[in-house]
């Protein structure tokens, strides 16, 4: 049996990523939409990629499971 809880906030993972691309990306996108635009179009990004990242944990479930048929349980999860 294997099992791991893994817990992501896409609004504070959007948020710290705003951040470290401040220079790069948020100020460019910024001279074409407000600040208010930006943030709102990154944290629904960021909701987005968490809900892709937990369907990709069902997938791998599936291939563990398959491939290692002697295991009973897998359990990766994604809070």
Not at 6 to 14: A, C, D, R, S, W
Request: proline letters at 4%.
């Amino acid at each position: 049996r294997f099992k791991a809880e893994i817990n992501f906030n896409g609004e504070v993972l959007g948020k710290r990523c705003m951040k470290k691309l401040r220079k790069s990306i948020m100020i460019p996108m910024e001279q074409a939409m407000s600040p208010e635009q930006v943030e709102e179009l990154m944290v629904e990004y960021s909701r987005e990629l968490v809900n892709t990242i937990g369907d990709e944990v069902d997938r791998l479930e599936g291939i563990i499971l398959r491939e290692l048929p002697e295991m009973r349980h897998v359990d990766l999860e994604i809070l």
